[in-house]
């Protein structure tokens, strides 16, 4: 097992031991505790002092179901906050089955605007992996959707890892692209700018060939076996995440319908709970549009190798053609009710678009829903919508101001009513409705992210209890228990969808850390999952505060604390000293 | 006395009793002392609960020699801390006289871009100030040298406050206007994008007409009398301050060529301290070129009533017609050297835009030098940076990226080096060749900011001692005994520049404390002096670690850390724990 460290400046390649301190680690707890090890926090984000971490959780690769993860890691630029942004690609096992435990990016190029391809491979007869530097020149400055066939053309059977032109112009706004299981451009590590990290340091492609390489060493295999099945046993019981099951059938866009019945879908800039055209845009709009399209049935699909739940879905066109895949709630959500369009078609377009250029789907909805709010379109006017999105892959002066992300858009058109924390946009849950999700956007140690601690589960859907979505009660128990519980499983490679499956069958949570002790020769419980977490949300958070970051910037917004939200007509009323109480009680 | 409370949201006036604990104070300390008890820190600058305070200063409108200054406090959009921006204008003494210490614009209108003129005259028969709110409909949207004529012809024999275009479009880079003594709009509260406050306010113009106001209150008639004279002697006899000195001969841009000797005069985006065009656009090529073209020599003029020191310059052309005033050394410097610019008509072409705009020259001419290292012009360009400022009048898209301030067109552009602290732009002087000042953009409570505590009169003035600019010894010392002396000068309605003769000459500063004491009726020594300056500064900090800023942010921008400045190829070698001791020992 190694820590692969890639100089960008002198584009060199080093192979190293894995510390002590690391070997327990993956995914999420690794990158983050390598971030908060090697890189000042108070730095620029674009400098030459940022590293951009690449790490596999600690059982991706194996056969744990669901466990294709990948979490890159950064100072963000979009944030000023230590970043984890996660993807489900087999470019995540990829990297597994070299023994490389994390890949770490540092230094950067003297020259601007120079791009180089990393080809990484197993060099059997020295039973390592090998790195090859190649200029990017030619892939450059396009749409990923055509610059992709060229590499597998050039490179063969490789996975990806790379940047758009957003993260090629440094946008705040610029994700890390993955391949996805038909080599399209569609997964992503979205949030939180890291394409910008990538751009900063001239690297535009990791391809990786893992032909030959040995797999992931598992101190246990049987005890693996069992894990996996447990695990795999309660995915496949579960309503939401079962073959044929919530997420399989209607995708992550089955929320659409379910978050606006309960009035905390955001719509036109986080102005309603409400959208009158949810309906048409939901889940189950796309589970029947294509039935209607193909004329059959279309059950979801994987995003990578070994998963279980396979909730992606495609958009197809009347004519069959596919027009974007994936369409996932937040995406469908962003680009359609909070920018008040409600035509699947032009959504899935919008998807595309963000796919071709390196952008992540959420940031670039609320972006667009301040720039309508700021006067630069209609509320529902998709082809303006999609006009300014193509801004963005242009670069005019338009483009660079709206790929600064949603609260850069606000500050320079002066939009009071930027729904960003720590310069991050809200996801597809109004706090004001949905109050717990609340205290996670505002405490999480990533800006605001759904993902970091999903309240949604027992405030809106009754998994792994019960709560009043509209009481501000108890959420910051709710919300630190949940973010501790995500920081362990973002450190396990799987994908945070188990969670619906293992907060409800307890054999399911123990599958997980059976999982993990067999790869790691531990002995952990059920009982180390909240302590495992905690540190790593510790971790996280200790570099935040040398940030600079205070509890000041735990908080949400202004205004939704004087704005009331239709149809509840609530403010975010969660005290400022509950908020404050996630972090100092964890 | 009173506190005049004007409402936008309802556009009501208020005439307030001075609570007790404002009484003793004015212009800086008591905009900060009202900023501090009626906004929340965490709120937004653009939102309705910030406001937007003008004090004129305690001895502003007495016989005090050069103390027409007025304080304008706000939290700033730019920095996000608390502000004071400080101009010299007829406006300061016209609202004491009205007896008005401070009026409080608060509220904003519910409708969007709608823009309104404060008329404030004196109702001879109530004995009170009146209040009379107008649309500015026919005002706004223009060039503010076309706009003030009209304001006058409308409004007869007043004194201006207001914003440009800059402010209406609530630009990060926006200050508040006043006339100057030929009624031009050259006076600015120009840093911290106090325009925008005022923008966001709806409010466009306050015009005051003080015919029959009563004037300031004088507890001790004769002992402003004795104050005053000894002021006035040292200002006189200061070879820096006194009539045909350097200030009056040269005007401020005396110090383009002692800077540039001293290798600290940034230039091409603080890439070097040497401008080999230094020469071309010094204080001495302005009074010479003036001398040449209008065929006689000309000493500088005041900007406000009752200046002895009178520093500012107009620059002509070869026509004898009038292109701009004034041009001061920060102007010259920014919109010159820092963008490789040598010419002295296009950088007073730049001038004349900025205050036509209602832009921070400062802050325009470090934006401006981002732009041309993010390849938007060629340094030295002085076309197309004229078209740049041009611009941000026309409202384009670009225009809105440079409007937003020099740090927000580093982030769209991915300029690394962005010479900003807290988001405000550094001035006229580079702190790796001039230590101390690099102390006072690092700690001041209101981002990069010479004037805050102006290192440069020891570190290259010999002013009130000498020390070597490039050790990085003592420096906090220094600057924490400087912000203080200055919170304190701001407080008094004095110009900053009364500095280099009170610093010099004992008597001077027992003018000031007696004029103080003759106003307030007060027992102050001048051993007070350090003693309330440094509780306005707590009062700020407070202010600002409420707001979420801490030690972290106290901080010189990263790439003066790594990149060497010629000629002396120093960095920015002061320790941080020096940096926390300003304020951890204040």
Redesign the interface.
């Known amino acids: 097992m190694w820590i692969l460290r890639l100089n960008m400046t002198d584009r060199s390649a080093k192979l190293e031991d894995v510390p002590d301190k690391y070997g327990g680690l993956g995914g999420r707890g690794l990158t983050s505790s390598i971030v908060a090890d090697q890189v000042?926090?108070?730095?620029?984000p674009?400098?030459?002092?940022n590293v951009l971490v690449f790490a596999p959780g600690i059982v991706t690769g194996t056969t744990a179901p669901t466990s294709a993860r990948l979490s890159v890691g950064a100072k963000s630029?979009l944030t000023g906050t230590i970043k984890e942004s996660n993807a489900g690609t087999s470019w995540a096992p990829a990297l597994a089955h070299m023994g490389i435990k994390a890949m770490i990016v540092e230094g950067q190029p003297k020259e601007k605007a120079k791009f180089w391809t990393v080809h990484l491979s197993w060099d059997a007869d020295a039973g390592v992996p090998k790195v090859a530097f190649t200029p990017a020149d030619t892939y450059t400055d396009g749409d990923l959707y055509e610059v992709f066939p060229r590499l597998f053309d050039a490179f063969g059977n490789v996975h990806v890892a790379g940047i758009g032109v957003a993260g090629e112009?440094?946008?705040?706004n610029s994700g890390i692209v993955f391949n996805d299981l038909k080599n399209r451009p569609t997964r992503y590590s979205g949030r939180g700018g890291l394409g910008?990290v990538m751009?900063?340091k001239g690297l535009k492609f990791i391809v990786v060939d893992s032909a030959g390489a040995p797999g992931v060493e598992v101190a246990d295999k049987e005890l693996l076996k069992q894990g996996s099945k447990k695990l795999a046993d309660a995915l496949r019981s579960h309503d939401i995440t079962k073959p044929q099951g919530g997420l399989n059938t209607y995708g992550t866009a089955v929320l659409i319908n379910i978050m606006n019945e309960a009035g905390g879908l955001p719509t036109k800039n986080f102005s309603s709970g409400r959208f009158d055209g949810a309906a048409d845009i939901a889940g189950e709009a796309i589970f029947e549009g294509n039935k209607e399209r193909l004329g059959k049935e279309l059950y979801n699909h994987a995003c990578s190798p070994g998963c279980i739940i396979q909730c992606s879905n495609t958009w197809f066109a009347k004519d069959g053609s596919e027009i974007a895949s994936c369409v996932e709630y937040e995406s469908d959500w962003a680009l359609g009710a909070n920018c008040g369009i409600d035509n699947l078609d032009q959504i899935a377009q919008m998807v595309k678009l963000c796919n071709a250029y390196g952008l992540d789907t959420i940031e670039t909805g609320t972006t667009i829903g301040v720039a309508m709010e700021a006067g630069l379109a209609e509320f529902g006017d998709a082809e303006k919508a999609i006009a300014l999105i193509e801004e963005m892959g242009k670069g005019?002066?338009?483009g660079?101001?709206l790929?600064?992300g949603t609260n850069?858009t606000a500050?320079?058109?002066?939009v009071?009513r930027s729904p960003t924390v720590k310069g991050q946009s809200m996801p597809a849950y109004d706090p004001r409705a949905v109050k717990g999700i609340g205290v996670t956007y505002a405490t999480s140690t990533m800006g605001a992210d759904h993902t970091a601690g999903y309240t949604i589960a027992p405030e809106i859907l009754s998994v792994g209890g019960e709560a009043d979505a509209l009481d501000p009660e108890g959420k910051a128990d709710t919300s630190r228990a949940l973010q501790a519980a995500t920081a362990f499983v973002d450190t396990t490679g799987h994908c945070l969808f188990i969670a619906f499956a293992i907060l409800d069958i307890a054999s399911g949570l123990e599958g997980v850390v059976d999982e993990v002790n067999a790869v790691l020769g531990t002995a952990y419980t059920v009982d180390d999952v909240d302590r495992i977490g905690r540190e790593i949300l510790r971790v996280e958070r200790a570099f935040n505060?040398?940030?600079?970051?205070?509890?000041?910037?735990d908080?949400l917004?202004?205004?939704m604390k004087?704005e009331e939200l239709p149809p509840h007509n609530q403010v975010f009323d969660v005290p400022d000293e509950e908020l404050d109480s996630v972090y100092g009680e964890m």
């Open positions: 000042p926090p108070t730095c620029h674009l400098g030459p002092n630029p112009r440094l946008y705040g910008a751009g900063s005019t002066p338009l660079r101001i790929g600064g850069t500050q320079i058109y002066g009071v505060e040398a940030a600079g970051f205070t509890k000041a910037a908080r917004p202004e205004f004087y």
